[in-house]
């Protein structure tokens, strides 16, 4: 019998100008979303599309640094406005990625939000590696586009 074990969840923190809710609607509403989530010459996403409710599902499509289409979606498991986020991800840039858990928690203090992602359920160490300094650049983006 073989155990597949997952990894140390990926944590990355950043604190934003900006109050709780502008953040929350700025990682959920599909007009904001493709505004700030990436950066020509990495990968850009150009179109988001949600259904937003717990069991509602997600998506959204872009261009990778090679100019090829990508996707990512999942369904929405919390979501408690503007204080927690949390959804699967499912991508489609590897030949067979394991669904993950993705969760923001939004903490407000005096008009500034701590924002922690939280990235759970990896199973290889690189898709891990590389999502823990993905969230980096992301976190970063959006601090940009809410400042």
């Keep these: 019998m073989t155990v597949s074990q997952t990894l140390p969840d990926v944590i990355q923190e950043i604190t934003i100008n900006a109050p709780a809710t502008k953040v929350f609607d700025a990682l959920t509403d599909p007009d904001q979303l493709p505004q700030w989530w990436g950066e020509d010459g990495i990968y850009h996403v150009r179109k988001m599309e949600r259904d937003l409710k717990v069991g509602g599902t997600w998506r959204s499509t872009g261009d990778g640094a090679d100019g090829k289409p990508f996707a990512v979606e999942g369904v929405y498991r919390v979501i408690d406005r503007p204080r927690v986020l949390?959804?699967?991800?499912?991508?489609?840039?590897?030949?067979?990625?394991?669904?993950?858990?993705?969760?923001?928690?939004?903490?407000?203090?005096?008009?500034?939000?701590?924002?922690?992602?939280?990235?759970?359920?990896?199973?290889?160490?690189?898709?891990?590696?590389?999502?823990?300094?993905?969230?980096?650049?992301?976190?970063?983006?959006?601090?940009?586009?809410?400042?």
Excluded: C, M
Aim: cysteine-free.
């Design 86 to 147: 949390e959804y699967t991800w499912n991508y489609d840039w590897a030949e067979k990625p394991a669904e993950t858990i993705v969760r923001f928690d939004l903490s407000e203090s005096g008009g500034k939000t701590r924002v922690r992602v939280t990235h759970s359920g990896f199973k290889d160490q690189a898709a891990r590696d590389s999502h823990g300094e993905g969230w980096k650049t992301v976190l970063i983006w959006l601090s940009g586009f809410l400042q």
